[in-house]
Antibody
Framework: QVQLVESGGGVVQPGRSLRLSCAASGFMFSSYGMHWVRQAPGKGLEWVALIWYDGSRNYYADSVKGRFTISRDNSKSTLYLQMNSLRAEDTAVYYC????????????????WGQGSLVTVSS | IQLTQSPSSLSASVGDRVTITCRASQGISSYFAWYQQKPGKAPKLLIYAASTLQSGVPSRFSGSGSGTDFTLTISSLQPEDFATYYCQQLSSYPITFGQGTRLEIK
């Protein structure tokens, strides 16, 4: 079955870096765009970034642009989120999610989602 | 593009018909989705392309709308439907979500 498993979360000090991974299985990873979405404790969903199926295009939320980098390794079926210059307001559960439709059709929502990885930015 | 959901919270009973509205700050295409999230769980896609039911989602869920106004309707609430619902626009970047509507049992 289709599965997404995030890892790499934890507690990190402000200003430091962290890299999240999302291991995909059960589908042709190289055919799908992938998103990162986060949710601060007790708050709503915030879209973070999108990468096209072939890595040719990336898009970011204004709140993370210049600090976070989304990337993928299609040979390993793995999505990454490199997070630099972390701030307290980056504290959240980070979800990876697959675009619902393959290739460049990233406009039709995200399904499925991983279980999430908690990142806590605190001194 | 900002998305404003209403109401922010809603109390209803099993069997009720419920409608949640999402208004966009500017006109958007039909690249619009609705999600359901239960406590401690990842969101689940319910509706995409504004009105297309995702595979496996019960037919009591429906979506409609265009331009700036979109709605999610649950025709007859079931106990498992009490959750938080989010709208999302994928028409332009950055992609944005509404603030959520918490649906509670009356």
């Amino acid at each position: 079955q289709v599965q997404l498993v995030e890892s790499g979360g934890g507690v990190v000090q402000p200003g430091r870096s962290l890299r999240l991974s999302c291991a995909a299985s059960g589908f042709m990873f190289s055919s799908y765009g992938m998103h990162w979405v986060r949710q601060a404790p007790g708050k709503g969903l915030e879209w973070v970034a999108l990468i096209w199926y072939d890595g040719s295009r990336n898009y970011y939320a204004d709140s993370v642009k210049g600090r976070f980098t989304i990337s993928r390794d299609n040979s390993k079926s793995t999505l990454y989120l490199q997070m630099n210059s972390l701030r307290a307001e980056d504290t959240a559960v980070y979800y990876c999610a697959r675009a619902r439709a393959p290739y460049s059709s990233t406009e039709h929502g995200s399904d499925p989602w991983g279980q999430g990885s908690l990142v806590t930015v605190s001194s | 593009i900002q998305l404003t959901q209403s109401p922010s919270s809603l109390s209803a009973s099993v069997g009720d018909r419920v409608t949640i509205t999402c208004r966009a700050s500017q006109g958007i295409s039909s690249y619009f989705a609705w999600y359901q999230q239960k406590p401690g769980k990842a969101p689940k896609l319910l509706i995409y392309a504004a009105s297309t039911l995702q595979s496996g989602v019960p037919s009591r869920f429906s979506g409609s709308g265009s331009g700036t106004d979109f709605t999610l309707t649950i025709s007859s609430l079931q106990p498992e439907d009490f959750a938080t619902y989010y709208c999302q626009q994928l028409s332009s970047y950055p992609i944005t979500f509404g603030q959520g509507t918490r649906l509670e049992i009356k």
